[in-house]
């Protein structure tokens, strides 16, 4: 996990959100703090993703190990060659192996090329990457904070952006998606930013992905 400079823009986001804003101009002074982690690589930043789905932290990383010893370079092409029964033997699901099969097979015959994220916009990047089996619009939002460092990205489906807002603007009542939807417009064009902090209102240790 590397551990990177803030994005260009934090600074001048916090300036602004801060302004209009006393609930984030708060936050904003108590975490002074702020880093976004970035695994780097987009295939194995993916990868985990799908590994993690549904299971611990801990049995994660445990079974990520065992898939990685397994592929010996976690690259597409290399997991596109395994056999489904070679990485279900590494503690994966079957539907899961399936996942890893299908993403390798978007990276290596160009469905997904990340090259040509920058050139495209949100929605785009997330329309390319939920067409992988097992990458639900979540987990392509989350890539787009961590991985693509997006600045306006406002996971409405997120639990812990939920109750955040809940606990700091709406007297602890959990906002139905269109609510919250509609309260993240007030944060815009930098709602990634927003977002960070909320999450960091409800956990002192810093969000990775």
């Not at 690589?41 to 993690?52: C, E, H, K, M, N």
């Not at 600045?151 to 606990?167: E, R």
Request: net charge neutral.
């Amino acid at each position: 996990m590397k551990t990177l400079a803030p994005p260009d823009y934090w600074q001048q986001a916090c300036a602004e959100l801060a302004a209009a804003d006393p609930v984030m101009a708060a936050l904003i002074a108590r975490y002074p703090d702020a880093r976004l982690a970035n695994r780097g690589d987009p295939f194995q930043t993916l990868a985990r993703a799908i590994v993690g789905q549904q299971i611990s932290v801990r049995a994660a990383d445990s079974v990520w190990a065992r898939f990685a010893a397994c592929a010996g370079t976690v690259s597409p092409e290399q997991v596109a060659d395994l056999e489904l029964d070679v990485l279900a033997a590494c503690g994966l699901s079957r539907r899961k192996a399936e996942y890893l099969r299908d993403l390798a097979g978007h990276f290596v015959d160009g469905r997904v090329v990340p090259a040509r994220w920058t050139h495209m916009d949100d929605e785009t990047v997330i329309a390319e990457l939920i067409d992988v089996r097992g990458i639900g619009r979540w987990t392509a939002e989350m890539f787009l904070i961590f991985n693509l460092r997006r600045p306006d990205v406002w996971p409405v489906d997120d639990i812990g952006l939920q109750k955040a807002v809940a606990l700091h603007y709406l007297s602890d009542e959990r906002p139905t998606p269109g609510i919250l939807r509609r309260h993240g417009e007030r944060h815009a064009p930098w709602r990634t930013v927003a977002t960070w902090y909320l999450w960091r209102s409800l956990d002192p240790a810093v969000v990775q992905y």
